[in-house]
């Protein structure tokens, strides 16, 4: 998903980058192209402008020509002639023209502002074409004394209507330069006055050539148009618009005719000038969508900066642990069958829990508790291998999925791991002493997550049961047991309710004479799916969920029952033993509770044995003393059960006062054989037993040659399979008549 995204986002980009650049290029085009048109028009507006400037600025002078012809027209005869040349020197010094003076009609000698020697045919063309316009303006001239380029501008002199001469003045060409700039066209235009052969009469700007034709001769082709052509609309006085290349440039041609003497304006200007302005908008708007694309760019960036910090938010609340950075359980559900299939098939799931880590908590502090489990999930995580897998579950619980070879190899690396982590928590503080279990489910097949970790975590409370194993492995009848476990669990109150506690009686003969003496309550389940369920099967779980306590007391009231039926239907009654789980001695309701039933039923005490286990009794021997002491007090009788299967201490026997000894049944099985060392303890103990007064009973006599025995030996009651099985009250009402 990701790589399809980022694909697509690199797609839209390419897109959106050949767009642009598309929309770019054509828009620069079409701003060239407009300004080009723009910057034709400028020309062609310029230019005219340029040629009414000039036209103003030659009739300017014209008229000063024709004021100054009038003032001299009124002194006519010009007698005096001194005067008349002084007032011709100011008005040249005035009017700044290059020379001024009168020719006469006569012969007499021209009067000149500036004294020289003026060619005398030249002054008679002057004055022809003066007489004959009237006024005019001359070609460009060479001026023969100061050898300046001049225009001659002249106007005729009269007398009346007689003419009588002409007066002229020398105006130099560079007069005209600044009427004939094209200064809004950039510095490199110009603007030329030529006549219609093409001779350069004034410029604005110098040119090093006096015939613009043969300058664009030396261009060669002007485009679209041959030079004849261009020649023959100059001559025609047509408007004229080109380009042409000079010297590897490209330059824009555009003339017009002027009002005067059939001249005509050329004005000149390089391209560049036109590219220039156009490259100048271009990078203006390519600059402007580089911003704007920046702008954007930055904007989609921090928007998808903006997503992507969230989708890791996300990512994080959903697969992070927060406390030591590790993924989570939810990201091992994701990841497992992937992990899993990358290690074969062939890995452990290990759930590692740690001992007493509320204890750290407590004693040091939240922060420590944290500061050890970032440390646990960091020597973890470093030790991995690749494809494996480690999760922070919850708590001091860890779920690791690893490699696996065989059993001891693993447990080498648990055991490392566990020391790597014991050793760097008491690096934090000496104090901070940390333990812990590993329960591990082998898995040799594909297996769905949720089975694999209740079987490792199966494995990790055996672990948890076992102290001397800090790892277990999950074990398939473990789990049946477990399984079963939870089932009787589920149904127990509700036997209890329903009466599928049976109470079964086991009777104990004397061995001297025979005759039933007494019996031992044991308890059954009859299981409605199950059919009978033995007391080894369900005691053992309901001491450990405490159970054990009501249904005791149901036993007790059994017996209590039947005992008083007994009475009342004028049978025997013989004193009945139950046996009381070690749960009952921390208990203090438990002898009030117990007198409580059996007086509810009238019944003697006497008649009521308890029968309390050896290992209870070695546990907690004060507590033991007590509560037979609190028994005796109430006039019920106590025996010690299953004499000879632990470490029984004789002392035992004589600090606390027990009315009967149980021999074990293991501690009696070898005694049937002869000379036995079995034969020599059981006896040795029988006598000892028989020494303080207590009843000796054998459990489990199954022969007759343990049962030969054990009279012998002067044992006192015998029960076992020898001589009953545990019976139904019914059949055991039979045995009592
Ligand atoms: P226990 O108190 O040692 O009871 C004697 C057990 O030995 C009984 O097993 C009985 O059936 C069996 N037994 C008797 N004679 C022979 C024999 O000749 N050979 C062999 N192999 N076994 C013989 P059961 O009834 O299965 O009870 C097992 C244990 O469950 C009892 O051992 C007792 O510790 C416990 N239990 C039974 N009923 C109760 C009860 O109501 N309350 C408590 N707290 N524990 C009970
Ligand atoms: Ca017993
Ligand atoms: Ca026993």
Known sequence: MKRISLMVLLALFLVVIVGMSAGVAFYWHYIGTLIERDATANVIAETSETAENFRRAVEADQRVVDTIALTVQASYPWNETEKLERFLHLQVKYNE????????????????????????????????????????????????????????QAAS????????????????????????????????????VIARDGTVET???????DNVYTVL????????????????????????????????????????????????????????????????????????????????????????GLRSYSNRQLFNTAFVDPLTGSDNLNRMTVLF????????????????????????????????????????????????????????????????????????????????????????????????????????????????????????????????????????????????????????????????ADGSFVLMLQPKYDFQTGKMEGAEALVRWNHNGRGVVRPDDFIPLFERNGFILKLDMFILEQVAKHLAK??????????????????????????????????????????????????????NRELAQNVVRGLHNKGFSVAMDDFGSGYSSLNVLKSLQFDTIKLDKEFISGCEQQNSTARKVVRGAVEMIKSIDATVVAEGVETEEQMKFLREIGCDLAQGYYFSRPVTVEDFEKLLK
């Not at 410029?203 to 050539?209: C, K």
């Not at 897998?389 to 065989?406: M, P, S, W, Y």
């Not at 333990?435 to 199966?458: C, K, N």
Request: aromatic fraction near 10%; charge should be negative; charged fraction near 25%.
């Open 217 to 304: 001769e030396r261009a060669g082709f002007v485009k679209g148009h041959s030079l004849a052509r261009l020649r023959m609309h100059i001559e025609q006085g047509e408007k004229v618009f080109m380009r042409y290349q000079l010297d590897g440039q490209y330059r824009l041609l555009y003339g017009e005719a002027l009002p005067i003497n059939d001249w005509y304006l050329l004005a000149v200007l390089p391209t560049d000038f036109i590219q220039e302005q156009t490259q100048r908008v271009a990078w203006i708007t390519f600059g402007l969508f580089m911003f704007i694309f920046l702008l954007f760019g930055a904007l989609g960036l921090y928007m998808l």
């Open 97 to 152: 023209f290059e020379n001024l003076g009168i020719i006469p009609l006569s012969d007499e000698n021209a009067m000149l502002a500036r004294p020289d020697s003026l060619d005398e045919s030249w002054q008679k063309d002057v004055l022809i074409r003066a007489l004959d316009q009237d006024t005019f303006v001359s070609a460009r001239q060479q001026d023969p004394t100061s050898n300046k380029s001049v225009f001659v």
């Open 566 to 619: 007994w009475q009342q239907e004028g049978k025997r009654q013989v004193p009945i033993a139950v046996n009381f789980s070690r749960l009952h001695l921390n208990d203090s309701r438990y002898i009030p509770q117990m007198t409580h039933i059996v007086d509810n039923y009238k019944v003697p005490h006497h008649l009521v044995e308890v029968e309390l286990t050896e290992s209870v009794i070695l546990s």
């Open 337 to 496: 069958s992937r992990r899993l299939q990358a290690l074969n098939n062939h890995a452990a799931l290990v759930i590692f829990d740690m001992l007493k880590f509320k204890v750290i908590n407590d004693m040091l502090g939240f922060e420590r508790g944290n500061l050890v489990l970032k440390r646990a999930s960091h020597i973890f995580r470093e030790k991995l291998m690749p494809n494996e897998f480690v999760c922070r579950n919850f708590a001091d619980n860890f779920v690791l999925l690893l490699a696996f070879e065989d059993r001891h190899e693993l447990r080498a690396r648990l055991t490392k791991l566990l020391s790597l982590i014991r050793r760097d928590c008491t690096s934090i503080d000496s104090c901070v002493m940390v333990d812990g279990v590993f329960g591990v489910y082998e898995i040799t097949q594909e297996v769905p997550f949720y089975m694999a970790m209740d079987r490792a975590h199966l494995a990790l409370e055996n672990a948890k049961r076992t102290p001397k194993e800090f790892i277990q492995f999950y074990d398939e009848k473990e789990r049946l047991r477990i399984v079963q476990e939870r089932q009787l669990e589920n149904a127990m109150e509700q036997a209890l």
């Open 203 to 209: 410029s604005g700007r110098t040119v090093p050539f």
């Open 157 to 192: 002199l009269h007398d009346g209507m007689t003419p009588v001469g002409a007066l002229f003045a020398l105006i130099p060409t560079e007069r005209y330069r600044a009427a004939l700039t094209l200064s809004s066209l950039g510095d490199n235009s110009n603007a030329l």
